[in-house]
């Protein structure tokens, strides 16, 4: 009877729809996700932001939620604020906020990048937030981050985030790779340590002695033991969301 009963609610609440990020550090989980629900809709969120709702999705594409706020946009590399209207293809951008709320001409912390125009308004593409690491004066920031994971991806491989370690108690401040899929594909640490190499002021912090060697932690389930080393740092479960840079004061085993 009981059986019976579950049967016909699961057949009366048939799942239709998945709401969920699925850019950024989200694409880790969203594409593999995707293939496992292939009979139900998914619809990423583009930006949901704490401050504002950025973004909204319509039509495969997530236009400006232009009703909302009034927003304007820093220009990527420069002090230049505009307003939507004065946006191009492919501008990098972080949203200025001005809300009724009370927020005014407040620069959120995250990156757009413009994909298109639906009619005349912009369409965006979330990057991820504005992330930079500085434990020794190093900078890395959250785009060698994103370089540095993609370029270690493969079909059956998935880097999911750089992790720098600010407190260790057997070695200096080092950055750690976290992964999962075939442990075969993973990069060996002289690799990964060229690769962040890139960055001149980590390369200088090596060649110093203020950062030591990098690691790779392979585990079977990356989100997990990034979520338990998040509230071992001190972070509440429902705050936690997977950033491809992210610095911790102290790390688990």
């Known amino acids: 009877m009981i059986e019976q009963q579950r049967i016909n609610i699961m057949m009366e609440f048939k799942l239709t729809l998945i709401s969920s990020w699925d850019t950024a550090g ?11 629900i292939a009979n139900v ?23 400006l939620s232009y009703q909302s706020h009034f927003y304007e946009f820093l220009l ?47 369409c965006f593409r979330f990057l991820g937030c504005k992330m930079t690491v500085d434990m020794v004066g190093e ?14 991806k493969r079909a059956d491989y998935v880097p999911i985030s750089l992790l720098g370690i600010e407190h260790c108690t057997v070695k200096k401040p080092h950055y750690i790779l976290l992964s999962e899929g075939n ?20 390369e200088l912090a090596r060649d110093l002695g203020q950062l030591d060697a990098p690691e790779i932690k392979h585990v079977d389930d990356a989100w997990q033991y990034y979520k338990t080393l998040a509230m071992h740092n001190g972070m509440i479960e429902g705050n936690i969301k997977p950033e491809p ?9």
């Open 26 to 36: 989200a694409t880790a989980w969203a594409t593999p996700l995707q293939a496992r």
């Open 41 to 63: 809709a998914f619809e990423g969120k583009g930006l949901w932001a704490t401050e504002a709702v950025v973004t909204i999705p319509y039509e495969n594409q997530y236009p």
């Open 76 to 122: 990527q590399g420069t002090d230049q604020i505009v307003p939507s209207w004065q946006l191009n293809l492919a501008d990098i951008v972080s949203p200025v906020i001005t809300s009724g709320s009370g927020l005014i001409r407040y620069v959120i912390e995250d990156e757009l990048e413009v994909t298109g125009f639906y009619q005349q308004v912009p």
């Open 139 to 152: 900078k890395l920031d959250h785009h060698l981050a994103v370089h540095v994971l993609d370029g270690f």
């Open 183 to 202: 442990a075969l594909h993973q990069p060996n640490v002289e690799d990964l340590d060229r690769q962040l190499k890139r960055n001149f002021h980590y």
């Open 245 to 253: 840079l992210k610095k911790m004061k102290t790390k688990i085993d």
